[in-house]
């Protein structure tokens, strides 16, 4: 028997692997002419006819890892999905076209439920105006699984890069962070409360005083009407990314796709009052919510200047953050107590 | 506690929960100018410019229920799906462009047999010309879970639906079947020979005597070829479907889909002599292999009798194994016996 090295993806990191993939993988642009960009952005870009660039995004969501039955109700899930695949397009500064949706289902999911889920993906591809094209049905064994592959598109002159970020540019965020991470605090201690229900029963603790963080949870948005208002006023960003996983890690990859710095104000961070009231209530770090939380679906991005002073006109949800600069200065924030403070790029990546 | 209705999708389905589903989605070609077919072939149909039509399908493949590592090797299962997936695009006489690829990656799974597992991914991404452009990594519980989305295109004039089949075309097929089945059939015996080995563990009993069969398997081809010639001769098949699951279901989606019947022979039906040896060291029935096996990744499609002579003079791995009929001539097949069966499409479906 030959011994063949095992190391676990949890000590090389996945974002490690995701590295490694890609160098094996080559830069397909050389071999295929149309190929505009692959992995290492919200999405594939691929050139069409008109100027017009086409989007792709994929992502896979494993129960268990990703979503938890427990409190998620299956309209809900299928919902979010939806908005996390179209951020995807949105974070690319493109439009959402259509949707192919995959769902692999365990003995212990019924027929129904999957009709329920699917209300919801349905539903957010009606709000989106994406509609679903196509997908595939199959079994899998203890945990449901759903991918989700997004098609958009974006005029070449509007496409927005994670790279494109130029010293002395505005750092941007819609809307507030960490209200998401609050809300899955909430639904866990409920969940611990309550105990373990089985997935067919009804979880429903009383949360309507909890309702704004368990809503951006739950159901969240895609900010679709910060790329709207961009498009009509004819206004495209230097650089932006969905906040997904954890918004400094996404502000990270911005600095580093673009080789530049960012100097963040602390007491700048969009926080709502809900989010506080949470983390007040848990003894937790509020701006840790924001920071670190993820699953926000806000949109961030880099503007210049008198870009900022003219978006302002015509969208109102949204703030600055901070402020690019050159590479050497490095990640560095600026602490509501005056303090600085400087990340370390290696450990969040 | 409410009670809830629970049927399991193996009661009701698979099938019927995708036609369900299907029918709650609607049909959004109405709402989406662009949109030529959605679910119901091969591939969801978009519309680009210059008379180019966009293929789109997706595709999710689960441990345990689609592949087994206990005698796949990650480099053949990469390629394998590769395949699967290709073939889908060329199921609509169209070219792939590019993949998407997500995993879902448990614990017992190391970095190193992800990297393996890629080998084979890319290899077939360099025979098909559809370089990997996109995906994700993400952890799962248990199973290896692997999706594939595959992009491609065809010009309007090509496109392939099942549903153009003609009353008297020829009903052709690639290649031989039921290969791949056979090819399972002695991996499952060896398998319970050999025991349960360790996923990571070195399975190499000695197949050299089995080659043919366990490389269509593990190693299947999508007809690229038989694609190529039918573009470089202009001939366009009236519909056209690749083998996946099951030849007889494949083609009765053909028949249903064109409203037609279909008289098959028997005698006909392409099948290899390891196939042929196979079968019969385990005594079983090497039709059931050709007809219901699947996996195979021939192309089964439809011709005019004029073609077919075309054809001939071109490409010489295909027979041609039955006529279309009117839909209340039904489903038949001439046995090799001279006695006529007929198939019970509810059955089927």
Redesign the interface.
Known sequence: ??T?????????G?NR??Q??SK??GN?SD??LN?VR??GDD??V?R???GRF?L???????????FDLTYTPLTHLGYKMVSAAVSDILAMNGTP??L??????P?K????M??VL??GL?RA?DVY?A?????????????L?I?I?V?GAVQEQSITYRSGAQIGDAICVTGDLGASYAGLRILLREKAVWGQEPV???FSPDLSEYEYVVKRQLLPEARTDLIDTLRTHGMVPTSMIDISKNALQDLMQVMVSSQKGAQLYEAAVPIALETRAMAEELEEDVVQYALQGGEDYELLFTLPEKDVNRLVNHFKDFVVIGRVTSKHEGFRMQLASGEEMQFDLEKLA
Not at 109 to 112: C, G, K, V
């Open positions: 028997m030959i063949q090295a095992f190391t676990p993806i949890s000590e090389s996945r692997l995701i490694e993939l094996k993988i397909p071999s295929v190929l692959s992995i999405c594939a691929v069409s006819d008109h086409l792709y995004s994929t992502e896979t969501y494993v129960e268990g890892v990703d076209e259509s192919l949706i995959s769902v692999a289902i003995n999911i019924s027929t129904e999957i009709h699917y209300e349905i591809s105006k509609p679903i094209i196509g997908g595939d049905i199959t079994a899998s064994q203890g945990s699984v991918s592959t098609n067919d029963s009804e």
